[in-house]
């Protein structure tokens, strides 16, 4: 079983920039691959960045990367999601999620393929 609480969420102008963190409980989190994925307003939760166990394998969607970097630090059982030159079009409930992973984590791009989910944190960009 594994707990995930996000933060650092909050309002931020254009182009600014915001660090999320996921800490996760469980002494097994190492284990698990981590995902961050967004939901707007009337729209579907989408896939953001996801990152293997051991740190060495990431993966962006195409509308993140360059701008946002994922990371983790399983001695602190915490995933980060470091976001720069933030766009309107970013603003969303972001969740981190979590997946026993046996294959490259770009096959974890879905929301039904993670084990488990965070409550979220809102991020308003304005223009």
């Known amino acids: 079983q594994v707990q995930l609480v996000e933060s650092g969420g909050g309002s931020v102008q254009a182009g600014g920039s915001l660090r999320l963190s996921c800490a996760a409980s469980?002494?097994?989190?190492?284990?698990?691959?981590m995902d961050w994925f967004r939901q707007a307003p009337g729209k579907e939760r989408e896939f953001v960045a996801a990152?293997?166990?051991?740190?060495?394998?990431?993966y962006y969607a195409s509308s993140v990367k360059g701008r946002f970097t994922i990371s983790r630090d399983n001695a602190k059982n915490t995933v980060y999601l470091q976001m720069n030159s933030l766009k309107p079009e970013d603003t969303a409930v972001y969740y981190c999620a979590a997946v026993l992973a046996y294959r490259s984590v770009s096959s974890y791009i879905s929301p039904a393929a993670m084990d488990y989910w965070g409550k979220g944190t809102l991020v308003t960009v304005s223009s």
């Open positions: 469980g002494r097994t989190f190492s284990t698990y691959a």
């Open positions: 990152i293997n166990w051991s740190a060495g394998n990431t």
